[in-house]
Protein backbone atom coordinates (compact mmCIF):
# COMPACT_ATOMS: atom_id res chain seq x y z
CA UNK A 1 0.00 0.00 0.00
CA UNK A 2 1.24 3.18 -0.93
CA UNK A 3 1.63 6.10 1.77
CA UNK A 4 -1.04 9.32 1.46
CA UNK A 5 0.61 12.29 -0.22
CA UNK A 6 -0.26 15.97 -1.10
CA UNK A 7 -1.10 16.83 -4.21
CA UNK A 8 1.81 18.11 -5.77
CA UNK A 9 0.05 21.55 -6.81
CA UNK A 10 -1.04 21.85 -3.44
CA UNK A 11 2.90 20.71 -1.68
CA UNK A 12 4.33 23.57 -3.88
CA UNK A 13 2.12 26.10 -2.82
CA UNK A 14 3.03 25.02 0.92
CA UNK A 15 6.85 25.53 0.89
CA UNK A 16 5.74 29.02 -0.91
CA UNK A 17 3.87 30.18 2.51
CA UNK A 18 6.67 28.24 4.16
CA UNK A 19 9.38 30.37 2.55
CA UNK A 20 7.47 33.69 2.99
CA UNK A 21 6.63 33.33 6.88
CA UNK A 22 10.46 32.42 7.11
CA UNK A 23 11.03 36.02 5.77
CA UNK A 24 12.63 34.67 2.11
CA UNK A 25 11.35 34.21 -0.94
CA UNK A 26 10.14 30.86 -3.01
CA UNK A 27 9.49 30.91 -6.76
CA UNK A 28 7.99 27.59 -8.99
CA UNK A 29 10.73 27.44 -11.62
CA UNK A 30 8.89 24.47 -13.60
CA UNK A 31 5.53 23.58 -13.12
CA UNK A 32 4.73 20.10 -13.40
CA UNK A 33 1.56 18.02 -13.27
CA UNK A 34 -1.12 18.66 -10.12
CA UNK A 35 -1.78 15.59 -9.11
CA UNK A 36 0.94 12.77 -10.16
CA UNK A 37 3.75 14.87 -10.31
CA UNK A 38 6.83 15.00 -8.25
CA UNK A 39 9.17 17.51 -6.47
CA UNK A 40 12.15 19.17 -6.52
CA UNK A 41 13.33 22.08 -4.39
CA UNK A 42 16.10 24.39 -4.50
CA UNK A 43 17.41 26.45 -1.51
CA UNK A 44 19.28 28.90 -1.53
CA UNK A 45 20.24 31.56 1.08
CA UNK A 46 20.92 34.70 -0.04
CA UNK A 47 20.83 33.56 -3.76
CA UNK A 48 23.36 31.27 -3.37
CA UNK A 49 22.47 27.94 -3.82
CA UNK A 50 22.81 25.49 -0.40
CA UNK A 51 21.27 22.49 -1.57
CA UNK A 52 18.47 20.71 -4.23
CA UNK A 53 16.32 18.15 -2.51
CA UNK A 54 14.10 15.51 -3.67
CA UNK A 55 11.66 13.17 -2.68
CA UNK A 56 13.07 9.80 -3.00
CA UNK A 57 12.11 6.11 -2.26
CA UNK A 58 14.54 4.89 0.71
CA UNK A 59 14.19 1.81 2.97
CA UNK A 60 11.66 3.74 5.29
CA UNK A 61 9.44 4.98 2.78
CA UNK A 62 9.79 8.36 0.59
CA UNK A 63 12.22 10.73 2.48
CA UNK A 64 13.77 14.10 1.43
CA UNK A 65 17.24 13.84 0.13
CA UNK A 66 20.09 15.62 -1.37
CA UNK A 67 20.15 15.16 -4.93
CA UNK A 68 22.29 17.19 -7.61
CA UNK A 69 25.76 18.71 -8.32
CA UNK A 70 27.35 20.74 -5.71
CA UNK A 71 25.67 23.54 -4.92
CA UNK A 72 28.68 26.10 -5.92
CA UNK A 73 28.39 25.09 -9.37
CA UNK A 74 25.67 27.19 -10.19
CA UNK A 75 26.23 26.23 -14.20
CA UNK A 76 26.45 22.79 -12.78
CA UNK A 77 23.19 23.03 -11.11
CA UNK A 78 21.26 24.79 -14.51
CA UNK A 79 22.12 21.83 -16.93
CA UNK A 80 20.99 19.22 -13.70
CA UNK A 81 17.53 21.35 -13.48
CA UNK A 82 17.25 21.04 -17.22
CA UNK A 83 18.26 17.48 -17.77
CA UNK A 84 15.41 16.51 -14.65
CA UNK A 85 12.89 18.89 -17.01
CA UNK A 86 13.52 16.97 -19.83
CA UNK A 87 12.95 13.54 -17.81
CA UNK A 88 9.90 14.08 -16.14
CA UNK A 89 7.92 17.10 -17.56
CA UNK A 90 5.93 16.05 -14.45
CA UNK A 91 8.13 17.30 -11.71
CA UNK A 92 7.59 20.92 -9.65
CA UNK A 93 10.75 22.63 -9.69
CA UNK A 94 11.22 25.22 -6.89
CA UNK A 95 13.33 27.80 -6.01
CA UNK A 96 13.44 28.48 -2.16
CA UNK A 97 15.45 31.75 -0.94
CA UNK A 98 15.48 31.77 2.67
CA UNK A 99 17.39 32.83 5.95
CA UNK A 100 17.89 29.67 7.04
CA UNK A 101 18.89 27.54 4.30
CA UNK A 102 20.64 24.87 6.23
CA UNK A 103 18.47 24.47 9.12
CA UNK A 104 15.33 23.71 6.28
CA UNK A 105 17.45 21.35 4.27
CA UNK A 106 18.67 19.68 7.86
CA UNK A 107 14.99 19.59 8.99
CA UNK A 108 13.88 17.98 6.04
CA UNK A 109 16.70 15.60 5.52
CA UNK A 110 16.09 13.99 9.00
CA UNK A 111 12.71 14.08 8.99
CA UNK A 112 12.26 12.11 5.29
Request: glycine letters at 12%.
Amino acid sequence: MSEARLAPGIEASAFLRRAEAEGGFGMILHKGDGERGTVLLSIAERGAPVACLARELGLAGYEWRRVGPDPGESENLRKFLEKRRRNDPDEWQIELDIPSAQRLVAEMTALG
